[in-house]
C-alpha cells in the first residue's frame, strides 16, 4: 500500500465535495436538522408528561450517535457509487491504484465527513439546549469505536453489493441503515421490544452501543458488558463483510463487471 495513491483518493473526494452542493448538504445539513428535530420533539415530550429533563439528553445523544452511524455507512456506499455515476471506476482501476488504497481514501474521507457533521451537531445541541457531550464523551468513545466499526462493516457489504449488481442496488447506500433502527434501539430500550424482537435486538452492536449510552447518561457509569458484546459481534459481521466483499470483488472482476459498471 502506498501513502501517496490514498492521498490522491482523498484529494479526489475533498475538491469534489468542495464543490458539490450535494455533499455539503450530506455532512452538514442532515446531521444539524436530525438535532434540531429531536431535540423540539424531546421538548414538547417532556412538557407536562413528568418525564425527566434526562430524556433530553438521551434523546439528543441517542440522535448525535445515529447520525454519525447513518452518514459513516451512506458515505462509504456513496463515495464509490459517485465513481460510477461519472464513470471513473474503470479510469480509476487501469492504474497501479490497488483496491486496499482505494478502500483507505474513502475510509478516512468517510470519518473526516462525519467528524465535521458530529461537531456541527454536538455544537447546535449545546447552543439550543444546553446539551454539552464533552463531559460524556471519554465513556462515549468505546460505543462510538463499536458503531464505527459496524457501519464500516455495513459499508463495505453495502459496497461489495454494488460492485457485483451495479447501480441497480444502489438504493442500500440510503435506505439499509433504516431496515436496522427498529432493532437497533435508538430511542427506546431493547426491554421495550416484543420477546421475539429482543433476541434480534442483542444480536446488533448498535443496540448495545446506545444501552451503553443511556446507562451513562442515566449516572450508572460505563458499562463494559454492552462494550464487549458488542466489540465481539463487531469482529464477526466486520470479518463477514471483507469476506463478502473479497469473494465478491473477485466475482466481479473474473466476469468482467468492472469495465460493464452503469
Request: contains cysteine; glycine residues 6%.
Amino acid at each position: 500500500m502506498k501513502l501517496h495513491r490514498v492521498n490522491a483518493v482523498i484529494a479526489r473526494h475533498v475538491y469534489e465535495s468542495r464543490r458539490n452542493f450535494d455533499r455539503v448538504v450530506d455532512t452538514l445539513w442532515w446531521p444539524v436538522l436530525d438535532i434540531v428535530m429531536w431535540g423540539f420533539f424531546s421538548i414538547y415530550l417532556t412538557h407536562g408528561k413528568g418525564l425527566q429533563p434526562s430524556f433530553i439528553s438521551m434523546m439528543l445523544g441517542a440522535a448525535i450517535l445515529w447520525t454519525m452511524f447513518y452518514s459513516f455507512q451512506r458515505d462509504m456506499a456513496v463515495a464509490f457509487i459517485d465513481d460510477l455515476w461519472c464513470r471513473n471506476l474503470i479510469n480509476l482501476f487501469s492504474t497501479p491504484l490497488m483496491l486496499s488504497e482505494y478502500m483507505t481514501g474513502i475510509i478516512v474521507v468517510c470519518i473526516l465527513k462525519v467528524t465535521i457533521g458530529l461537531t456541527a451537531a454536538s455544537a447546535i445541541a449545546w447552543a439550543a439546549w444546553s446539551f454539552n457531550v464533552l463531559p460524556w464523551l471519554p465513556k462515549f468513545v468505546p460505543y462510538i469505536a463499536n458503531l464505527l466499526i459496524f457501519s464500516l462493516a455495513v459499508g463495505i457489504a453495502i459496497t461489495g453489493m454494488v460492485f457485483r449488481y451495479s447501480t441497480k442496488v444502489q438504493a442500500l447506500a440510503w435506505g439499509f441503515a433504516g431496515l436496522l433502527m427498529p432493532v437497533s434501539c435508538i430511542f427506546y430500550p431493547v426491554s421495550s421490544l416484543p420477546n421475539w424482537l429482543q433476541d434480534i435486538a442483542w444480536m446488533m452492536p448498535m443496540a448495545h452501543s446506545f444501552e451503553g449510552m443511556r446507562q451513562v447518561l442515566a449516572g450508572k457509569g460505563f458499562s463494559p458488558l454492552h462494550f464487549w458484546w458488542g466489540a465481539g459481534l463487531n469482529a464477526v459481521y466486520f470479518t463477514a463483510s471483507i469476506l463478502f466483499f473479497g469473494w465478491i470483488f473477485e466475482k466481479a472482476r473474473s466476469r468482467g463487471l468492472l469495465v460493464k459498471q452503469e
